[in-house]
């Protein structure tokens, strides 16, 4: 067990729609990322935040947004659903510093139908 | 902007034989680490090692070692005694001083009976 959490494990919905991703970092961890792994696909960086604050944006779309709260558990909102967005949705955390090592959640399958 | 690279994508060995896996990065960070992470069937993503760039000996997780190579920007991974809980597919990746980390897009490892 890694420490993160990501809900919910698997997400079924329709194009159009919107869905909200929620990850919890492990305790005392400042940093969250969120990555994208379509199938047979690695894994692109979608954005991270650094206690509250944005720190660095990846290939996230315009459809998407995330946010890190005050008690630094993070959520991905994605609108406007297309089939294309189905991938597993990685929340990792980090406390932060460089030689931190990332910690990844099990992930959130999502399937757009 | 740095890079990480996994040129074979798909290895495929024997148990109990040997594989090493290639990574070559470029960055223009003086201090960064590198590491391992391998995803099983299962997805999940896992730590298998690390290395700090300002040391020179390569680092050792039991049947996993990496071969450090700084002026060559070159970090392998060899994995000995191969087991059947080894398939998985394995991701090299760079954190710079930012904590922004940039995976290589994978090496499959098959291990075969």
């Known amino acids: 067990d890694s420490g993160v959490t990501q809900t919910p494990k698997h997400l079924i919905t329709a194009t159009g729609q919107r869905v909200t991703l929620r990850c919890s970092p492990r305790?005392?961890?400042?940093?969250v990322y969120w990555y994208q792994q379509s199938l047979d696909q690695g894994l692109q960086f979608l954005i991270q935040?650094?206690?509250?604050?944005?720190?660095a944006k990846g290939n996230i779309l315009e459809r998407f947004s995330a946010q890190q709260f005050p008690d630094l558990h993070s959520e991905l909102n994605l609108s406007s659903l297309e089939l294309g967005d189905s991938a597993l949705y990685f929340c990792?955390?980090?406390?932060?510093?460089?030689?931190?090592?990332?910690?990844f959640g099990s992930g959130t399958q999502l399937s757009v139908l | 902007a740095q890079t990480v690279t996994q040129s074979q994508p798909e290895m495929s060995v024997q148990e109990a034989e040997t594989v090493t896996l290639s990574c070559t990065y470029d960055?223009?960070?003086?201090?960064?680490?590198l590491f391992w992470y391998k995803q099983p069937p299962s997805r999940q993503m896992i730590l298998v090692i690390r290395?700090?760039?300002?040391?020179?000996q390569n680092a050792t997780e039991n049947r996993f070692s990496v071969n450090f190579q700084k002026a060559a920007k070159s970090f392998s991974l060899k994995i000995s005694d191969s087991q059947l809980g080894d398939t998985a597919m394995y991701f090299c990746?760079?954190?710079?001083?930012?904590?922004?980390?940039?995976f290589g897009a994978g090496t499959q490892v098959v291990v075969t009976p």
């Open positions: 990792a955390s980090s406390a932060g510093e460089e030689e931190e090592k990332l910690f």
């Open positions: 305790s005392g961890d400042l940093s």
């Open positions: 935040y650094y206690n509250g604050e944005e720190r």
């Open positions: 960055t223009s960070e003086s201090n960064y680490y």
């Open positions: 290395q700090e760039a300002y040391k020179q």
């Open positions: 990746a760079l954190v710079d001083s930012w904590g922004k980390f940039q």
